[in-house]
């Protein structure tokens, strides 16, 4: 089935520097990857929608220049927090859409920035 | 815009007993997808059961089952014979189905805690 390898699976950074989450798809092709921040026992909040070869649709409040997604290629898209602060900690969670029409996710990013 | 609402913050039930959690939904649209999708503590999402609108037949997998209506804009996830295993958070999420259907976001609900108890 597809597969979606997130890392890294935890990261502890200090505040002010830039943080990089990845996400590769294994077995396909993600043309389109989608980035979720998630709160402690709260719902997935949709951050942006990334296309390969194209910039990012970012959502409503999302602020672009501290969130940087990349897709360059059809197997990897990557999301940047850039001058992290302590508010940035969160659950981070890619998801790529599938030939299938579905969902794949990957296991997910706990950032934790002290 | 479209809005998903799941108006149980927790359930608890019985281990092999069964449970309803509840979904409700707001659309324009006649075309979308359903999803319920289960978050266990390793909080790695799963996806349950899947419902396409213009399917009047409700989506079944094993212990779980959806009563999807489609005119009351409700989407239902029953599961039976609770097992440990299926304690977890459980989003209902929704998905435009025009356009191209790899490019669809998926808009979730609150999320339900579902307890099972021994």
């Known amino acids: 089935g597809a597969v979606v390898s997130q890392h890294p699976s935890w990261v502890i950074c200090k505040s002010g520097t830039s943080v990089k989450i990845e996400c590769r798809s294994l077995d396909f092709q993600a043309t389109t990857m989608f980035w979720y921040r998630q709160f402690p026992k709260q719902s997935l909040m949709l951050m942006a929608t990334?296309?390969?070869?194209?910039?990012?649709?970012?959502e409503q409040g999302v602020e672009k220049d501290k969130f940087l997604i990349n897709h360059a290629s059809l197997t990897l898209s990557t999301l940047t927090v850039t001058s992290a602060h302590p508010e940035d900690s969160s659950f981070y969670i890619c998801?790529?859409?599938?030939?299938?029409?579905?969902?794949?996710f990957g296991s997910g990013t706990r950032l934790t920035v002290v | 815009a479209q809005t998903v609402t799941q108006s149980q913050p927790e359930m608890s039930v019985q281990e092999a007993e069964t449970v309803t959690l509840s979904c409700t939904y707001d659309?324009?649209?006649?075309?979308?997808?359903l999803f319920w999708y289960k978050q266990p503590p390793s909080r790695q999402m799963i996806l349950v059961i899947r419902q396409e609108a213009y399917k009047q037949q409700n989506a079944t997998e094993n212990r779980f089952s959806v009563n999807f209506q489609k005119a009351a804009k409700s989407f239902s996830l029953k599961i039976s014979d609770s097992q440990l295993g299926d304690a977890a958070m459980y989003f209902c999420?929704?998905?435009?189905?025009?356009?191209?259907?790899?490019?669809?976001?998926?808009?979730f609900g609150q999320g339900t805690t579902l307890q099972v108890k021994p």
């Open positions: 659309t324009s649209e006649s075309d979308y997808y």
């Open positions: 990334s296309n390969e070869g194209s910039k990012a649709t970012y």
């Open positions: 998801s790529a859409s599938t030939w299938r029409g579905g969902y794949t």
């Open positions: 999420a929704y998905r435009t189905g025009t356009g191209s259907s790899n490019t669809g976001k998926l808009i």
